[in-house]
């Protein structure tokens, strides 16, 4: 969402006038009217933005999940492997890979990187990492589909546009959606599919009205608010 900070810009103030903030749209409304926006010198991050009913508090009612979005992230994704096996990973389009050598490395404090994958046998080794990475979200888990033995289709999966959401202490969601080069058309796909995989995150605990609020923003312009309607029927 914008900053206080931005919120004073010449472009903001621009956008805030073109959009009604008091309304809700539909993700394709949303869609179109953020590529109608004052754009910024660089391109964008979409996410889309929920506010869960769900509490945190509860180990029963953590949200999280990955997704595969329909036209990728249009992100540059950088990509470590920790495997006994660094050849086949590189060979794959990893960024780094290895094992003792990448572990020390990271001890080290170096976290110049989107994603880290582990083979399953080398978990045993990576969780001497845990504390620089997990604060950080890097440790590779399971349920992300970052633990595999398939380390080829699980750099093939990342690279192609995989996100992971997970939920904040505060019952927010934030999932990348693309970015401002992308048409309506793929924002909006790719946001259908991000509340979808929201919704299948859904806790067993968790019941009646599970999204309070959805909003589509960039990095640099307002939330244009969603409605949920929709996404509440279940």
């Given at each position: 969402?914008?900053?206080?900070?931005?919120?004073?810009?010449?472009?903001?103030?621009?956008?805030?006038?073109?959009?009604?903030?008091?309304?809700?749209?539909?993700?394709?409304?949303?869609?179109?009217?953020?590529?109608?926006?004052?754009?910024?010198?660089?391109?964008?991050?979409?996410?889309?933005?929920?506010?869960?009913?769900?509490?945190?508090?509860?180990?029963?009612?953590?949200?999280?999940?990955?997704?595969?979005?329909p036209h990728g992230?249009?992100?540059?994704?950088?990509?470590?492997?920790?495997?006994?096996?660094?050849?086949?990973?590189?060979?794959?389009?990893?960024?780094?890979?290895?094992?003792?050598?990448?572990?020390?490395?990271?001890?080290?404090?170096?976290?110049?990187?989107?994603?880290?994958?582990?083979?399953?046998?080398?978990?045993?080794?990576?969780?001497?990492?845990?504390?620089?990475?997990?604060?950080?979200?890097?440790?590779?888990?399971?349920?992300?589909?970052?633990?595999?033995?398939?380390?080829?289709?699980?750099?093939?999966?990342?690279?192609?546009?995989?996100?992971?959401?997970?939920?904040?202490?505060t019952a927010n969601?934030?999932?990348?959606?693309?970015?401002?080069?992308?048409?309506?058309?793929?924002?909006?796909?790719?946001?259908?599919?991000?509340?979808?995989?929201?919704?299948?995150?859904?806790?067993?605990?968790?019941?009646?009205?599970?999204?309070?609020?959805?909003?589509?923003?960039?990095?640099?312009?307002?939330?244009?608010?969603?409605?949920?309607?929709?996404?509440?029927?279940?």
């Amino acid at each position: 969402m914008a900053t206080q900070q931005i919120k004073g810009s010449k472009r903001y103030r621009s956008a805030v006038e073109m959009a009604d903030l008091t309304k809700t749209y539909s993700v394709e409304e949303a869609s179109a009217l953020l590529n109608k926006l004052p754009k910024a010198k660089f391109d964008e991050t979409v996410e889309i933005y929920a506010h869960l009913t769900v509490d945190p508090r509860k180990s029963d009612q953590m949200v999280r999940g990955t997704l595969q979005l329909p036209h990728g992230s249009g992100k540059t994704v950088r990509v470590i492997v920790f495997t006994e096996n660094p050849e086949e990973a590189k060979a794959a389009g990893a960024d780094e890979a290895g094992l003792d050598e990448l572990i020390e490395k990271v001890t080290g404090g170096w976290t110049d990187f989107d994603v880290a994958i582990s083979t399953t046998s080398a978990m045993k080794s990576v969780r001497k990492v845990a504390r620089v990475l997990g604060p950080r979200g890097l440790m590779p888990n399971p349920k992300s589909g970052t633990v595999t033995d398939d380390i080829v289709e699980g750099i093939k999966q990342v690279k192609a546009g995989r996100v992971e959401f997970k939920m904040d202490k505060t019952a927010n969601v934030a999932i990348v959606v693309g970015k401002r080069s992308f048409s309506p058309e793929q924002l909006a796909e790719n946001a259908v599919a991000a509340v979808n995989a929201l919704i299948e995150a859904r806790p067993k605990a968790s019941t009646g009205k599970y999204i309070k609020s959805l909003a589509l923003s960039s990095t640099m312009s307002p939330g244009l608010a969603v409605d949920v309607a929709a996404y509440n029927k279940a």
